[in-house]
């Protein structure tokens, strides 16, 4: 680079709101790519039902929570712009103009490509209009039977005003003509959907001509409308449901009891903020008017849907369906060669370090460890945090079991993990029950680093078995996520990982740590020293290169030290599966960084950093992703990976996804993505496929 041209990169302004992307637009944009894998006819086809299900899913909880914030700020007039310098109110506008017609487009999808794609399977979701004269029959048994006595419909007048309906929930607005038998003449009522029912009903076999046959309840109360209002006639039934404000809110400074506090508030989440009305597309104009007058919300915070207002609730449908050739093969996950064949996993761990790649291998090692852990008459202690685990949890069956055998079990529960706030309670005071010590963490910051902690008595002295993760100990999301299994018996990571536990558990000054990095204490700024280090060496004329695998990129100090590396010459290659806030591709910026998103069978989840570091390379997994509260409002831990062993493993394993050509889409500097595509006579490259020959079994 000439002098002018360093002149030049030295001008530009790296704070300039130009060269960001806006998070919530960047979220909506990932959901907008897994909504694409729902066309892709490489998936089977159940399995691309499911992608849509999920784009549902994923879209509540984007209104639940970061639509709900940003509304929340203008209401208390907290207008927060972050780097891309986009004011609350331009980011709401931008984002209904984004999702709606992208909702829009999910309905023709459905409507237009899957279910007639499921119907030449012999997968039929049947119309009132479809039904034979033996169907009537049946669904007017089961509505009389399993629907009647559950409705409460509600005719609205000063006496019964407009009912405070529950998040998300299935309800109908009926238009009336006539008096009812008090000479009450309204003409509208409200019909809420019984909770406790499935949305979705399987027609008997033997009424059918073969196959898979389902009508959905809302189906049968709409055909049976009239009847819950004798005397008065039905002028038009239309399905609604309105999505609230699901964030708790905890004053955690003045809160003495976490768990009370949470036990309280989640009495009130189904019935937070409006945010969202969704209506069938065939309701009158006044209608909806009168739905948006009552839930206190604009034409904007509308959506018109051509189907089922709720597309999330036809996951129930795929469990019901066995039709494997319209699925992913199963697999068996694999196993390491020292941990297959040992008698004891401590044996296998004092062998050699041990990586699990889940789901491509399998996450029972882990389980069995602990399992082992609780029987051992050797093993003292055990330290665990908890995130998201499950109600069902085999981890947590086996705490409690070393509890009740003796062992001095202390466990780290976050109770404010999102969405899974009432299970963590009930496994908190399950394990309490138990004998274990149950701590809910710092306040302030939620505890989000996973950690396995098992102290053993061997010969004369203590030895520290250490398990150290990238996502949660759900067995579940274990056959789900991509994630790392680190498990080790280093002294200086089973000292540090002690260190960690302490911090959290009791109070003090933070402690200084040798191995691991540790948010929020060191792990942002360890990040930023790599990325500079590589830097520098690019500036002497080394080569340089930073791959760096996440969910999220949004921290502008880490975005700036990015930009700065890439400016002095340094090759970067980012995998950021959702919400990335840097721009990749502005020349005298970011023209050597490249932001790729794979969207595959597995949801992506590991995080990884790998720097080239002049030929001393060096690698890092662990919970955080590159985001401002995981590196600096949250517990959460870095470990290194150092035996060349492994570390050349997660290289090509990393190489893959960035050869990927089928499941990649590559990030533009105008924050739009385009989907890589195998050139004719390439060939195709899938990284979960690599990985799925490589590391795991085929069922058979």
Known sequence: MTDEQQADVNSIDLYNTDLYINRELSHVQFNIRVLEQALDERHPLLDR???????????????????????????????????????????????????????????????????????????????????????????????????????????????????????????????????????????????????????IIRIPTELTDGGDNFIFLSSMIHEYADELFPGMKVKGCYQFRVTRNADLEIDEDTTRDLASALEDELHSRNFGEEMRLEVADNCPDELVDFLLRQFNLK?????????????????????????????????????????????????????????????????TPVVDLLREA?????????????????????????????????????????LRARFDEEENLYLANRLQEAGAVVVYGVVGYKTHAKMMLIVRKEESRFKRYVHLGTGNYHAGNARAYTDYSFLTCN???????????????????????????????????????????????????????????????????????????????????????????????????SENIQVRSIIGRFLEHTRVSYFLNNGKDEIYAGSADLMERNLLNRVETAFPVETNRLKERMKKEMEAYMLDNCQAWILQADGSYVRCQPAEGEEEIKAQSILLETLATPAS
């Not at 009791?506 to 360890?526: D, E, I, S, Y």
Request: one cysteine or more.
């Open 49 to 199: 039902l499911f992608f849509l299900c999920i784009f549902s899913k994923n879209l509540d909880e984007f209104y639940e929570v970061r639509v709900a914030n940003l509304t929340q700020q203008l209401t208390f007039a907290r207008e927060q712009a972050g780097a891309d310098g986009m004011h609350p109110q331009q980011v709401l506008d931008a984002i209904h103009s984004l999702c709606s017609e992208t909702v829009e487009r999910q309905y023709r999808i459905l409507n237009e490509t899957l279910l007639p794609a499921l119907a030449q399977e012999n997968i039929h979701f049947l119309r009132r209009r479809d039904l034979t004269e033996d169907q009537r029959e049946w669904v007017r048994s089961y509505y009389e039977e399993s629907i009647l006595p559950l409705v409460s419909p509600i005719g609205l007048d000063p006496s019964h005003p407009f009912p405070r309906l529950v998040n998300k929930s299935l309800n109908f607005i009926v238009a009336l003509e006539g008096k009812d038998a008090f000479g009450r003449e309204t003409g509208l009522a409200i019909i809420p959907a019984p909770r406790s029912l499935p949305r």
């Open 299 to 363: 034409e904007t915070d509308l959506y018109k849907v051509n189907g089922p207002v709720n597309l999330a609730r036809l996951m129930e449908v795929i469990g019901q369906i066995s039709r494997p050739d319209l699925q992913y093969n199963r697999f068996t996950p694999g196993l390491p060669k020292n941990i297959k064949f040992k008698k004891s996993i401590f044996e296998s761990i004092r062998e050699k370090d041990t990586l699990l790649h889940h789901p491509f291998e399998s996450f």
């Open 374 to 414: 609780a029987k051992d008459p050797a093993v003292k202690a055990i330290k665990q945090t908890l995130y998201r685990t499950g109600a069902k949890s085999e981890i947590v069956n086996a705490l409690v079991d070393a509890a009740r055998n003796g062992k001095e079990v202390t466990v780290v529960i976050e």
């Open 491 to 589: 002294d200086v990571i089973g000292e540090d990982v002690h260190t960690v536990f302490q911090q959290l558990t009791g109070m003090g000054a933070a402690q200084k740590v040798r191995k691991l990095f540790h948010a929020p204490f060191t792990l942002h700024k360890n990040l930023i020293a790599m990325i500079d280090r590589e830097r520098a060496h690019a500036e002497a004329g080394l080569p340089a290169l930073i791959r760096m695998k996440a969910n999220g990129l949004t921290e502008p100090k880490l975005i700036r030290a990015l930009y700065r590396a890439s400016q002095s010459g340094v090759r970067i290659e980012l995998i950021i599966r959702g919400m990335c806030c840097l721009k990749p591709g502005i020349p005298g910026v």
